[in-house]
């Protein structure tokens, strides 16, 4: 998977990301992805509202893979399928590297961010 190029600020080294993402071996299967939104490095000052991570729910309207890392503390809202398709929205607080995979039928629709940190991130998903 060719990635998107990175974000022209630069907080955690900017870069592109041009590999695969592997999740075979060990019986695990694979992972193949048809679209992506990629962020390597952007500051986020927004302590009180929470900001949607333009393209999820557009260019990756179903995500399966998100890459999400900052380097202080924020609060992540996530939107998903419930698998009826109803939408769930969870808050959670995080610091750090975060990095999951939703089921086909319960995908990210959409990522909104709040706090005062450098992120970087990733969504993908089958196009």
């Not at 998977?1 to 080294?13: E, L, N, V, Y």
């Amino acid at each position: 998977m060719a990635g998107p190029p990175g974000c022209s600020t630069s907080c955690f080294p900017a870069a592109s990301f041009h590999d695969e993402l592997g999740f075979g071996g060990s019986g695990c299967g694979s992972k193949s992805s048809g679209a992506s939104v990629a962020c390597m490095g952007r500051y986020l000052n927004s302590p009180v509202t929470y900001v949607p991570i333009s393209g999820v729910g557009t260019d990756v309207p179903r995500g399966d893979l998100l890459y999400f890392r900052s380097d202080g503390p924020v609060d992540l809202q996530i939107t998903t399928d419930d698998g009826t398709g109803e939408e769930v929205v969870v808050e959670e607080s995080m610091q750090g590297l975060s990095v999951r995979e939703f089921p086909s039928t319960k995908p990210l629709l959409a990522l909104a961010v709040r706090g005062n940190a450098r992120i970087a991130y990733l969504v993908s998903g089958p196009g």
